[in-house]
C-alpha cells in the first residue's frame, strides 16, 4: 500500500510529485512474520476487525461510551476514513500500480494524503473501524481498532519500509524522516 506507479523524476521528500523508480523486487517474508500473514491482505483483516467488532458489541457489550444521537458522529468519521482510503487508491493507481502490499516497487509518491501520513490507505481503514465503533457506542467495539493498528503495523508496515529503505535510500529515508508513519 505504500508502492507506487511508474516514474523517474526526483525532488524535494515532500514535494507534490515525488516519485522515485527501481527494479527491485520485495523482500521474502521475514522471522517472525509468517508467509501466511501476508497472505491475508489489509482489506481481509479489516473485514475480520469489523465482523469481531460487530460480534463483541451484539454478544458481549460492555457498556456504552458514546449515546444516541451523538453516536452519529461515528458516521463522521467513517465517511471520513472511506474517502480517505479511496482517494489515497486512486493516487495509486493514476501513478500505475497495483494496491496489493509487497508488488515490485518502482515509485513512491508523496502528492495528497501521502505528504501527510505515509500510510493513508491503512489509516483510513482504521477512521472507519473507529467510526464504526462510535456509531455502535459500546466499550467491547473499540477492542478491534487498536488490534488492526498492531496487526497492519507488524505484518505490513515495517516490511514495506525495509523494502523501500533498502530499494530508493536516503530519499525514502528523506521522506520518511518528514512525514509521520500514521498521523
Not at 514495506?160 to 535510500?169: I, M, Q, T, V
Request: charge should be positive; aromatic fraction near 14%; charged fraction near 15%.
Amino acid at each position: 500500500w505504500v508502492f507506487l506507479g511508474q516514474r523517474s523524476t526526483l525532488k524535494s521528500p515532500i514535494s507534490s510529485n515525488l516519485v522515485m523508480k527501481t527494479d527491485r523486487r520485495p523482500p521474502e517474508p521475514m522471522a517472525g512474520n509468517p508467509a501466511i500473514s501476508r497472505r491475508i491482505l489489509p482489506p481481509l483483516w479489516f473485514l475480520l476487525m469489523l465482523c469481531l467488532m460487530l460480534g463483541l458489541h451484539t454478544w458481549l457489550p460492555m457498556g456504552q461510551y458514546i449515546r444516541a444521537p451523538w453516536n452519529f458522529l461515528g458516521l463522521a468519521l467513517l465517511s471520513f476514513g472511506a474517502f480517505l482510503g479511496v482517494v489515497s487508491a486512486r493516487s495509486f493507481l493514476r501513478e500505475g500500480t497495483g494496491l496489493v502490499p509487497f508488488d515490485e516497487a518502482k515509485v513512491v509518491v508523496t502528492h495528497g494524503f501521502f505528504q501527510y501520513s505515509r500510510n493513508p490507505m491503512y489509516l483510513g481503514m482504521a477512521l472507519i473501524l473507529l467510526g464504526t465503533s462510535g456509531f455502535l457506542g459500546s466499550f467491547s467495539s473499540l477492542l478491534p481498532v487498536p488490534l488492526f493498528m498492531v496487526i497492519i503495523h507488524r505484518r505490513f508496515i515495517l516490511a514495506e519500509e525495509k523494502f523501500l529503505e533498502d530499494a530508493f535510500g536516503e530519499a525514502y529515508l528523506s521522506y520518511q524522516a518528514s512525514v509521520r508513519r500514521w498521523l
